[in-house]
């Protein structure tokens, strides 16, 4: 994959206050949805009652869609929104979302909650999810906050106990690089400590490498996440 | 956790055609909505609209709850419906969701399709979203369906290449079974062959070992999926 599939359109930070404020609750309101729709027990005509409703709105969604092949980067950060992303977005009711803030020194951390859309044994998180959002936050630090082409070569994870529904806290920072390399480490906890610990390798794509050794750095783009 | 926190009630397989037919196209109405909202481009009042609809159906599934402390188990496959997991709910929106097949030989498998509300990088899934399906289908294979109680040790995925949006399968086997070990092996793919290769380890929980050498094989309660 080349880069220049992977358009980039810069905005500012009004506008991305503008589109935030535009999207967000409505992302917010998908995901009331759907934890309801999980717990529901009313009857089938009340159900039916609910998909005229979801369905009217899926139709004055749909009147408009968007170009899906440029990726928006915001303008005061340089960092791609990120929009869809599962793991973070935004704009897609499926992630919890993840808000993940940089330290200085490379650190990546977020605070989030994971609610029963997210459950797998009864009030524990799905491992796969604790797999999902570790992935996402050592692919942040891998590549400095999705500036730098990476792609995922190898993740693993140790589970040391249940992860509890509720508040939690990620954490990823980049233990070493060798060569096209790079290492990173994280962990997914609660109040009580880790659950879930995390390992990954990140390479640089060979269309990344420069032959006289200067890094092409301008991508924004990881490629597994 | 002790095994009477995982109480199950058995449905009749006519019980769950019946439930089936009420709940299924009001989650795939849901997933409609997510995918419609990931790429909308309509106007703020729009915006509005639409949340409007979206909060008059949460509003409509919220009159009532169901209690969440149960889990149904199937009558015929003696498999618990696992309906509100994300990776293979039929309740769960976030959930692609997988349809996962059981053979004869242990062997599991699914064929599914994963569309814009999983994408990482441009045209392809999120890394995590790889590690969700993994974790879960090996967890299956692991666990006999989710009968035996099981929880994830560690999990080691290996990313061959992108996995390109569409149409996958995943397929999970027990490699090998050492005292309260399980090794499972399993895949994720496209029609060109295997893009992410996992290997993960499973537990049987000290409560489910029976100093005598019988295991307690009842609880169907995997902790970690």
Same mark, same amino acid.
């Given at each position: 994959m080349a880069m220049q599939d992977f358009p980039f359109d810069v905005i500012t930070a009004d506008e991305y206050d503008r589109l935030r404020a535009a999207y967000e609750p409505l992302t917010e309101s998908m995901r009331r949805l759907v934890a309801a729709g999980i717990r529901t027990g009313v009857d089938v005509d009340e159900i039916r009652q609910a998909q005229a409703a979801i369905d009217l709105a899926t139709e004055v969604l749909e009147r408009t869609q968007r170009d899906t092949t440029s990726t928006l980067r915001h303008a005061g950060t340089g960092r791609p929104l990120a929009w869809a992303n599962p793991a973070v977005g935004l704009r897609n009711a499926i992630a919890p979302p993840m808000d993940i803030r940089h330290e200085s020194d490379g650190t990546c951390w977020a605070e989030f909650t994971l609610g029963p859309?997210?459950?797998? !044994? !009864?009030g524990l998180v799905h491992g796969g999810i604790c797999a999902l959002v570790l992935d996402h936050i050592l692919g942040e630090a891998a590549s400095d906050g999705l500036t730098k082409p990476l792609f995922t070569g190898t993740i693993t994870l140790k589970y040391m106990r249940g992860t509890p529904l509720g508040p939690v806290r990620a954490e990823a920072f980049i233990e070493r690089t060798e060569g096209i390399k790079t290492y990173a480490r994280g962990y997914l906890g609660d109040a009580q400590g880790h659950t879930v610990e995390a390992d990954g390798v990140f390479i640089r794509p060979a269309w990344a490498r420069d032959p006289g050794g200067q890094e092409r750095s301008d991508s924004g783009i990881r490629d597994s996440a």
């Amino acid at each position: 994959m080349a880069m220049q599939d992977f358009p980039f359109d810069v905005i500012t930070a009004d506008e991305y206050d503008r589109l935030r404020a535009a999207y967000e609750p409505l992302t917010e309101s998908m995901r009331r949805l759907v934890a309801a729709g999980i717990r529901t027990g009313v009857d089938v005509d009340e159900i039916r009652q609910a998909q005229a409703a979801i369905d009217l709105a899926t139709e004055v969604l749909e009147r408009t869609q968007r170009d899906t092949t440029s990726t928006l980067r915001h303008a005061g950060t340089g960092r791609p929104l990120a929009w869809a992303n599962p793991a973070v977005g935004l704009r897609n009711a499926i992630a919890p979302p993840m808000d993940i803030r940089h330290e200085s020194d490379g650190t990546c951390w977020a605070e989030f909650t994971l609610g029963p859309a997210y459950e797998g !044994p !009864p009030g524990l998180v799905h491992g796969g999810i604790c797999a999902l959002v570790l992935d996402h936050i050592l692919g942040e630090a891998a590549s400095d906050g999705l500036t730098k082409p990476l792609f995922t070569g190898t993740i693993t994870l140790k589970y040391m106990r249940g992860t509890p529904l509720g508040p939690v806290r990620a954490e990823a920072f980049i233990e070493r690089t060798e060569g096209i390399k790079t290492y990173a480490r994280g962990y997914l906890g609660d109040a009580q400590g880790h659950t879930v610990e995390a390992d990954g390798v990140f390479i640089r794509p060979a269309w990344a490498r420069d032959p006289g050794g200067q890094e092409r750095s301008d991508s924004g783009i990881r490629d597994s996440a």
